[in-house]
């Protein structure tokens, strides 16, 4: 019997890791010290994960939600790079070269290579989500990845909204044209978010965006129920969309 039972966590052990190992995450590539550099360089933009071998979990699952969301990004590539702190401690080379941490408390640490860029771009958020990864590659890149609760032609819309030639007024009427072209109910209710926020922006000033934001952190932090809080996130979502356009166009004032 005792036999029989260590086999089997022989036979376990032996399976789990070789799931983890066989782990493909889709829209995302592997990368290694010989061909870094002909990767990165190659690309307008390249987000990069700097992790343990073998990764998985909450932080792996988050890793791979970032990778589908960005495969129709043509401009952005996805890679990772697993560092082996032990045999012939491979990749260790590039984790020195770009100052990434190896301590495995330390990991994942995502770079955002730029072309243009003598130093990638690191992420310094708290939360290592899927949406907040999405959003700092949004910010630093001025790429478009679709958020939750996101329209892509209303995204496009609030770009123009803080040129400085920008017709505010005519532009929120051609949002609210482009809504009445919407079908899905989702699709509505988001569109009519922007409608007001790019409403709320020209009345109160851009000043409004970041004081929203806070305000809205607060609220999801405190009890609500699950369908509350869904509705939370789109709408912060929806308003990175205007805290990303507005730092791109450099234009701020207070409410």
Partial sequence: MFWKMTMLLILAIFAFFSAVS??????????????????VDKHKAVLVKFDETYPYGDKQDAFKKVAEACISQSDLLIAEVQVAD??????????????????????????????????????????????????????????????PGCLEQFDVLVKQFFL???????LIARGEEQAK???????????????KIMKRVAEKGTGFVDSEIERLEKLRSGKLSDKK??????????????????????KKDEL
Avoid: C
Wanted: net charge negative; charged share 30%; aromatic share 8%.
């Fill in 164 to 170: 400085p030639s920008a017709n505010r007024d005519e």
């Fill in 22 to 39: 066989a782990d493909v995450v889709k829209g995302a590539v592997q990368l290694n010290s010989g061909v870094f550099d002909k990767i």
């Fill in 86 to 147: 032990y045999g012939e401690k491979d990749n260790m080379d590039l984790a020195e070269r770009f100052k990434v941490p190896t301590n495995k408390d330390a990991h994942p640490t995502y770079l955002l290579f730029l072309q243009g860029r003598d130093e990638p771009v690191k992420y310094e958020g708290d939360k290592l989500q899927a949406d907040d990864i999405k959003k700092f590659i949004m910010k630093e890149s001025g790429l478009w990845i679709g958020l």
């Fill in 229 to 250: 809080k869904e509705q939370l996130a789109d709408r912060l979502n929806i308003l990175a969309t205007f805290s990303v356009s507005l730092a791109q166009s450099g």
């Fill in 181 to 195: 072209l919407l079908s899905k109910d989702v699709e509505k209710t988001s569109s009519d978010m922007y409608i």
